[in-house]
């Protein structure tokens, strides 16, 4: 998989979750959030012992609750669109503080936020603890179609360097007096945008021909064998069964 690509999510540490292999921790964060979502909605202490559950990985893993919270904020647009629903919804309706609220609208709303947030909280501790290379060894360790795993591999290792063609493409407007004021800027953006285009796509080609050129025949070598014992494997899927234990008593209670 070549070099490792640190991202602004990931936090370098020695715990216990850091050192556990990528794809057993790929796997629990996947079997939680299934089981999150299975959970029936109106088990509402069920997601408050997620959130303890969680709260433990954290712990373990140090990431700090400034961290974990700060990068929450991406599910914003998604606390947009449930704060909306019990608006827009049908049903029985019932009056709080003078607003005409569908029940119906507020349990759709309680289920996206709730679910919502403890998955994009998952996957945060997920990202904190583990390096975006050691991602790609864990998807490519769990039989994920090779194809998939290339695409995702020069998305990570490509979206910098056009972020950073972009940067160098702005600069250059600005350092010739160049700033987008309105409408009659937008064609000089355009034409940025296309120029962008055309060099990301001849970068790609230049790359494809290079890799060709060694050998390359539709498949990456592998580098680093990660295995993982079964005591690592026990580690990392305390957290779903664990989760698991609490989904079934929310539906039997």
Same mark, same amino acid.
């Given at each position: ?5 640190a991202?602004r999510?990931?936090?370098h540490?020695?715990? /216990? ?5 990528p ?6 964060t996947f079997?939680?959030v ?5 959970t029936?909605r109106? =088990? ?9 559950l ?6 373990r893993?140090?990431? /700090? ?6 990068r929450l904020l991406?599910?914003?647009p998604?606390v ?10 049908e049903?029985e309706r ?16 309680w289920n996206?936020?709730?679910k919502?947030?403890?998955?994009? =909280?998952?996957?945060?501790?997920l990202?904190?603890?583990t ?5 790609l060894l864990?998807?490519?360790?769990l039989?994920l179609?090779p ?6 591999s020069?998305?990570i ?6 972020t950073?063609e972009?940067r ?8 010739r007096?160049?700033? =987008?004021?309105?409408v009659r800027?937008?064609g000089?953006?355009?034409k940025s945008a296309?120029?962008?285009f ?15 050129s060694?050998?390359?025949?539709g ?8 295995t ?26």
């Amino acid at each position: 998989m070549g070099a490792g690509h640190a991202h602004r999510l990931y936090r370098h540490g020695h715990s /216990p979750v850091h050192a556990l292999p990528p794809h057993t921790k790929l796997a629990a964060t996947f079997l939680f959030v299934v089981v999150v979502v299975s959970t029936p909605r109106e =088990a509402m202490w069920a997601f408050a012992a997620y959130a303890v559950l969680l709260a433990v990985v954290a712990y373990r893993a140090r990431v /700090p609750a400034g961290f974990l919270l700060g990068r929450l904020l991406i599910e914003v647009p998604f606390v947009a669109f449930a704060v909306l629903m019990p608006f827009v919804a049908e049903g029985e309706r019932v009056h709080v503080l003078g607003l005409s609220l569908s029940v119906n609208g507020l349990w759709g709303a309680w289920n996206v936020l709730a679910k919502g947030t403890l998955g994009v =909280a998952a996957s945060v501790l997920l990202a904190s603890t583990t390096e975006l290379r050691e991602l790609l060894l864990g998807l490519q360790r769990l039989k994920l179609p090779p194809l998939l795993v290339q695409i995702a591999s020069f998305m990570i290792r490509y979206g910098d360097v056009i972020t950073d063609e972009m940067r160098r493409m702005r600069i250059a407007r600005e350092s010739r007096g160049f700033e =987008a004021r309105g409408v009659r800027h937008w064609g000089v953006l355009a034409k940025s945008a296309g120029a962008l285009f055309i060099r990301s796509y001849e970068r790609g080609e230049r790359v494809h021909l290079a890799m060709v050129s060694r050998g390359y025949a539709g498949a990456m070598p592998v580098i680093d064998e990660v295995t993982a014992s079964g005591a690592q494997w026990r580690h990392a899927l305390a957290l779903p069964c664990a989760a698991l234990v609490v989904c079934l008593l929310g539906w039997l209670l």
